[in-house]
């Protein structure tokens, strides 16, 4: 059997909350092999004039100035991130809250550099993945420490209990909310803070966003984002799969099913989408109001 690693009141905060924040859960050498990895794309962006299948540049990035602000897909290219990704720092907070059999989505490093670092607006990452149930979440792996001055991870508790909001401008899917039309007060917004090497967990129908890093140190994010194995992702969705062989190698551990656990919980569907590069960074550039600054 394998050990739980989540106290029934964490269990039950996130169900009632739709988060957690776990403080010293990633191991001091690991953490610095993880900032060892994260200074190789440093290196990798000089010179770069845009971005790549694996870096993604800040808009104020430019050749002998390296701004980056998303690794993309790590696991696929980076040993360290791959490795943490399937060790029990990850998986077995996230196999007490959704069970045991656990399938990736995807993988991504968000990377906030100090007195730049680009903001995301409010969203739910159900919008933009919706499946036949909801044991979906996020588990990110804090790189820095995490502090409201340098553009923190922020959530609407209990939100992940509400509809999946509109997520579109002029008929497009754009990949965030209009905060205020959809009810909701940035006072009320709660902070996913705490020490380097901490993981934070949030429910994938969550509303969440974080502002700029106007600070003077980084705010880097590793997310690892998956899902129960009988979550299956919806017709419409991003989730892009051929055949069931390569859905099946997205296994995390347990064992993958071909019967998919179907809830009636409401979802919107995220298209049609936008025909530009589709990051969440692009595409939110299409909405006309916005929570927070844009960096210059």
């Not at 994260?38 to 000089?46: G, N, S």
Request: charged letters at 25%.
């Amino acid at each position: 059997m394998t050990l739980e690693v989540l106290t029934p009141d964490q269990k039950s905060q996130y169900r009632e909350q739709g988060h957690l924040v776990l403080p010293g859960r990633i191991p001091a050498d690991i953490l610095a092999k993880l900032h060892a990895e994260v200074a190789k794309y440093h290196e990798q962006a000089r010179g770069l004039t845009e971005s790549t299948d694996e870096i993604d540049l800040e808009d104020t990035h430019s050749p002998d100035a390296p701004r980056l602000r998303r690794i993309k897909l790590p696991h696929t290219h980076n040993a360290v991130m791959r490795e943490l990704m399937y060790s029990d720092h990850i998986l077995a907070p996230a196999r007490d809250l959704i069970g045991p059999d656990l399938r990736l989505h995807t993988s991504k490093l968000n990377m906030k550099s100090a007195g730049f670092g680009a903001a995301v607006e409010w969203h739910q990452d159900f919008a933009f993945y919706p499946h036949s149930n909801d044991d979906v979440l996020a588990i990110a792996v804090l790189l820095d420490d995490m502090e409201m001055e340098n553009g923190p991870l922020m959530v609407f508790p209990g939100s992940h209990l509400e509809p999946i909001h509109d997520h579109h401008v002029d008929g497009v899917f754009a990949g965030a909310m209009d905060l205020a039309a959809c009810g909701f007060d940035m006072a009320d917004a709660v902070p996913l803070t705490g020490p380097a090497g901490s993981i934070s967990i949030h429910h994938g129908r969550i509303v969440h966003g974080s502002a700029l890093n106007r600070s003077d140190r980084d705010r880097r994010l590793l997310f690892y984002e998956m899902m129960a194995a009988d979550a299956f992702p919806l017709m419409g969705s991003m989730t892009r799969w051929n055949g069931i062989e390569e859905y099946n190698e997205r296994m995390l551990c347990g064992a993958p099913t071909l019967e998919p656990r179907v809830e009636s919980l409401g979802a919107r569907i995220p298209a049609p989408l936008p025909t530009d590069n589709f990051t969440i960074y692009e595409i939110q550039k299409k909405l006309r109001a916005r929570s927070f600054e844009v960096a210059e």
